[in-house]
């Protein structure tokens, strides 16, 4: 008898699960309970603001279960040039970079190299101490302040509840502040600034309300960006490709581009006075210069934990799977599946984020609550870029999907919730 349990205990242990998690392949929709006629809708959906003059192109990837049922590249990538879009074009993901800064720190904490509830100033020192902001003076810029009443811990940061601002992008106070003391939104710029100095710079301002009371989408990432430098030893660079993008082969995700690669770019879109769109000029004005192509400039050193990346659709797609999968992707696991439940749920409590939903450690996140409200399944988690791209994974149905466009300002933005409805619609229980 015990021989044939240890027999039977030693083929167990000889078994190998090789597809116990899914791995990225193209699928068939029929076969992935998804109707292959109904999926036409997108193409129909897309093209119409393609051909109403309101996008240039678009990509479009779904994949349930690890299987691609559709990715295609519709539309013109510089219509200018009547240069077409193409499906691995690599496209500036810019706050889709928040997600993966997020998984860094997170695996930083599997290390027990830091608590979530450890003060930020204990790894970067000119925290200590913050100030909240009091009054300001919009005619010279000056303000007042008050001793903030706790200190900002990694956790805020994580959910944007810490009192930082954004700059460039953030509203007309923090803009202006920001400016003066010469602290930057982290994309968009020509070399020369490293985060080090830019996070350090914006340490030594005021928060915009006491720490852990509010929701503030702010420069948060950008500092949690840095923290892995500190922590690691490493740039985020070298940390993303070592940690994160090799194991898991994003082979085209960067934070400037390689020189045989640079052809890939997406041009970057804008709208003129009737909404219309069109390519955006290679430097314009936010607030301060933003150069469009800077994630092809030679020798950039600014890593921007919080914007800064560029990816292909396919690439932010493994990402994404690997969340699904709950930490692992084709036998590398980057977290484990308790780290991956934690950062995906309510985080923040009875906060307001001035949208029905909540946030978790770097996602924004469907609860009870909010389902009402949206196609997406509870307990989906997502995000955005600026540029007005967008992203979802949806454990219920086992969905990720990632909606590409490049282009800012943009003021039709409700394609993206209608993509969201084309995908589910297609869905066949």
Not at 8 to 17: D, E, K, R
Not at 93 to 118: F, H, P
Not at 387 to 415: C, M, N, R
Request: glycine content about 8%.
């Amino acid at each position: 008898m015990m021989k044939q349990l240890f027999a039977t205990a030693c083929l167990l242990a000889c078994i190998s699960f090789p597809n116990a998690q899914p791995v990225l392949k193209p699928g068939v929709p029929q076969q992935n309970h998804f109707s292959a006629e109904r999926l036409k809708r997108i193409d129909n959906l897309i093209q119409q603001y393609i051909d109403s003059n309101w996008i240039a192109g678009a990509i479009a990837l779904v994949a349930k279960d690890g299987n691609i049922v559709y990715h295609k590249a519709l539309g013109f990538d510089d219509k200018e040039k009547n240069k077409h879009l193409q499906k691995d074009a690599i496209w500036r993901i810019a706050s889709q970079t928040k997600a993966i800064t997020s998984v860094g720190v997170m695996m930083l904490y599997e290390e027990g190299k830091l608590l979530l509830d450890d003060p930020v100033s204990k790894y970067i020192p000119e925290f200590r101490k913050p100030l909240v902001l009091d009054k300001f003076n919009k005619a010279d810029t000056t303000y007042t302040t008050v001793p903030a009443k706790k200190e900002i811990s990694i956790r805020e940061l994580l959910t944007h509840t810490s009192g930082i601002g954004y700059a460039q992008i953030g509203n007309d106070v923090m803009n202006a502040m920001y400016a003066k003391a010469g602290v930057m939104g982290g994309i968009g710029m020509k070399g020369g600034t490293l985060l080090a100095d830019n996070i350090k710079k914006l340490a030594s301002l005021p928060l915009v309300h006491q720490p852990g009371e509010k929701f503030t989408y702010g420069l948060n990432t950008d500092v949690l960006g840095y923290l892995i430098e500190v922590i690691s030893g490493m740039s985020l660079d070298q940390y993303f490709h070592k940690k994160i993008f090799a194991p898991l082969g994003m082979n085209d995700t960067y934070f400037y581009i390689p020189s045989e690669k640079k052809s890939r770019l997406a041009m970057l879109h804008s709208e003129d006075k009737n909404k219309q769109v069109v390519n955006t000029p290679e430097q314009i004005n936010v607030n301060g210069l933003f150069n469009r192509d800077y994630p092809v400039i030679d020798g950039g050193s600014f890593y921007s934990g919080g914007g800064g990346l560029v990816s292909t659709a396919y690439d932010y797609a493994l990402f994404m799977q690997m969340l699904l999968n709950k930490g692992i992707y084709n036998g590398k696991r980057l977290l484990s599946a308790n780290t991956v439940e934690l950062m995906t749920m309510n985080q923040i409590g009875d906060i307001n984020m001035g949208r029905p939903t909540k946030f978790g450690l770097g996602f924004e996140v469907v609860t009870a609550d909010s389902k009402p409200r949206t196609v997406l399944s509870q307990g989906t988690f997502s995000w955005g870029g600026m540029f007005a791209s967008s992203y979802w994974i949806d454990p219920k149905e086992k969905i990720v999907a990632q909606f590409v466009l490049q282009q800012y300002p943009f003021t039709h933005g409700e394609i993206a919730e209608k993509f969201k409805v084309a995908v589910y619609q297609a869905l066949e229980q």
